[in-house]
Nanobody, 126 residues
Framework: QVQLEESGGGLVQTGGSLKLSCAASQRTVSNFAMGWFRQAPGKEREFVAAIRWIGGTTYYADSVKGRFVISRDNTRTAVSLQMNSLKPDDTAVYYC???????????????????WGQGTQVTVSS
């Protein structure tokens, strides 16, 4: 059982930056993917970004491409999300996720991930 813990959320002004981090309780197997989802009040939980351990391939939601960067460490226990040029629409609870690497067509599907963190709040003020 993998437990995930997020950190780094907070309050930032429009145009600012934040970096989220996620630590896994144990080293994940090589064929894993980790990523981030977010949920704003009254909205569905949505995919933000993901990265595969093998090869380091990254995936992004269209809404964050060019502004967010996901990265992983070499120990396969942590992933980060650098968020730049933040907008009020980015305000949400951000969840770290992990599971055996989904097929590409499923990488943005929240049901492909069985391991979830508790979430960290990101608030972008206008």
């Amino acid at each position: 059982q993998v437990q995930l813990e997020e950190s780094g959320g907070g309050l930032v002004q429009t145009g600012g930056s934040l970096k989220l981090s996620c630590a896994a309780s144990q080293r994940t197997v090589s064929n894993f993917a980790m990523g981030w989802f977010r949920q704003a009040p009254g909205k569905e939980r949505e995919f933000v970004a993901a990265i595969r351990w093998i090869g380091g391939t990254t995936y992004y939601a269209d809404s964050v491409k060019g502004r967010f960067v996901i990265s992983r460490d070499n120990t396969r226990t942590a992933v980060s999300l650098q968020m730049n040029s933040l907008k009020p629409d980015d305000t949400a609870v951000y969840y770290c996720v992990a599971d055996r690497s989904p097929i590409t067509s499923n990488i943005q599907n929240r049901r492909a991930y069985n391991y979830w963190g508790q979430g960290t709040q990101v608030t972008v003020s206008s």
